[in-house]
């Protein structure tokens, strides 16, 4: 998901949060049960946003805001640092179906994912 559709699902579901707020306060009694669904229909959208969010990516990716590789992993052709060693460790990405394989440092245990042909 594209920075400006994440950004534009989070302004949408704060604003209807807030609109569903605003029929709570505005309508008592009448306006509780269409007041709620507005907030929840609200923060459903923002949890949306974070939930997509939190899919494996490089801290170079997560930090530049650069998109995520094939299966959320590296970003295709992207060379590791040399610190790195592909490990025997490989499974298949769930949401795409591609299989991945691992590598990590040694020294900090961090991992990065890489998309197998």
């Known amino acids: 998901m594209s920075s400006i559709v994440r950004g534009a699902l989070v302004v949408l579901g704060v604003l209807l949060m807030l609109g569903g707020?605003?029929?709570i306060v505005g309508l008592p009694g009448d306006g509780a049960i269409p007041g709620l669904e507005?907030?929840?229909?609200?923060a459903f959208f923002v949890i949306v946003v974070a939930i997509e969010r939190q899919r494996y990516r490089s801290a170079v990716a997560e930090t530049t805001n650069a998109p995520q590789g094939p299966g959320g992993g590296e970003p295709?052709?992207?060379k590791l640092e040399p610190r790195f060693?592909?490990?025997?460790?490989?499974?298949?990405?769930?949401?795409?179906?591609?299989p991945m394989r691992v590598a990590v440092d040694p020294a900090t245990g961090e991992r990065r994912y890489l998309a197998q042909p």
Do not use: M, S, Y
């Open 85 to 98: 060693r592909v490990t025997g460790e490989a499974f298949i990405d769930p949401t795409t179906g591609i």
């Open 76 to 78: 295709a052709g992207a």
């Open 21 to 23: 707020l605003a029929v």
């Open 38 to 42: 507005l907030v929840g229909l609200g």
